[in-house]
């Protein structure tokens, strides 16, 4: 992994990131000592190093029990307790998996959970009717509303298909070590059940059950998932002073920017096989640092899609921006442009070469024109997509955001702004105990 500032750096003052180097550095220091804000649920800064073989071990056996009598695993969870693990196996999976029928390797991994949308959850009934399925259920407290949800369902209608001893067999709790509604329910019916550690918040989860074991179920290899992870815990370790680590590199700049006027982060990449790594990364820089009225705006586009729909606002519109491209070194295949006799559509110039040739040219072409045209640009380039660089991925970006956000000075590690709409929620559906609050939205509502 590597990252290249030069893009970005020209468009802040030369002294304001140099005090940012100290100031990461920092910050670096208290995600090690524990004494920044939020520190009880620093668990993931070495949580890679903590990974046992023996529990990757019980985490492949249980997919593997799960891949031996399902053809359908659902994982049913919302925020950080399904986007992790969406994110690494859609860039993992063909992009085709969904129509492939015939000698399957892997069940199908659908999600559930992450919506409230009636339709969705109808028509993935319907889908599963015919199925041998199984749910992963992801929740700490086993209450979050769009999850309990569907799980309800989907437990319903496991048990109906295939009663409720075959049932137990097909899912599986990732929830709290002793107390919850689902740990509750799984005690009573006998789950298979994985803990989602107290000290590692949602969106810092990919790398204990909550991201492993769906990963695991979808043929992910999770050793070298880890292995990735554990390489890039080492390389931004405090030990590991400015000029060498990238965690406290990104942060700088970001922050940097951040205070020069740019409000807006964009996460740009070239491959559709990490579009879902950036609506996992929007939610942990998002619910990280949006606090006190501050924070810059996560956004993300598919490059070069959206060249063809945003380019334009990009190239030449309010200047509040900066954008971090992730760019992939090498292709995992190769497919040659050939050479057409009529040439009607002019490629022949393109005859022999690579198409990951064109979509680095693209690569280099828009990085120029968004530069010449006043974004700040910082480039990431990860070797190629497969678990061990995704592992990498993942802490890059967290161990980066816990630095960050202390250097904000925000507590990255709690979403306070996120229960408001739940309040109001449970008050219009008149959930017992919210009696005052129900009548205070109505009559709100009624003006």
Known sequence: MQICLKNAASFVKADALKQLESATEAANQLLENGKGAGNDYIGWVHLPSSITDAFLAEVQACADELRKRCEV??????????????????ALASAFDAFVAKDRKNPYVVYAGNNIGEDYLAELMEFLADKQFGIINISKSGTTTETALAFRLLKTMLEKQVGKEEAKHRIVAVTDRAKGALRSLATKEGYKTFVIPDNVGGRFSVLTPVGLLPIAVAGGDIKALVKGAQDMEKATDVS?????????QYAAIRNALYQSGKKIEILVNFNPKLHYF??????????????????????????????????????????????????????????LVPMDAENLDGLNFLAGKRVDEVDKMAELGTQLAHVDGGVPNIHITFEKIDEYNIGQFIYFFERGCGISGYVLDVNPFNQPGVEAYKKNMFALLDKPGYEEESKAIKARLAK
């Open 73 to 90: 695993v659902i994982v049913a969870g919302i925020g950080g307790s399904y986007l992790g693990a969406r994110a690494v196996n859609e």
């Open 278 to 335: 950036s609506e996992w990364w929007k939610q942990l820089y998002g619910e990280s640092e949006g606090k006190d009225h501050k924070g810059i705006f996560p956004a993300s586009v598919d490059f070069t899609t959206d060249l063809h729909s945003m380019g334009q606002w990009i190239q030449d519109g309010e200047r509040s921006i900066f954008e971090t491209v992730i760019s992939i070194e090498k292709a995992n295949k190769t497919v």
């Open 240 to 248: 590991v002073k400015y000029a060498e680590n990238p965690a406290c």
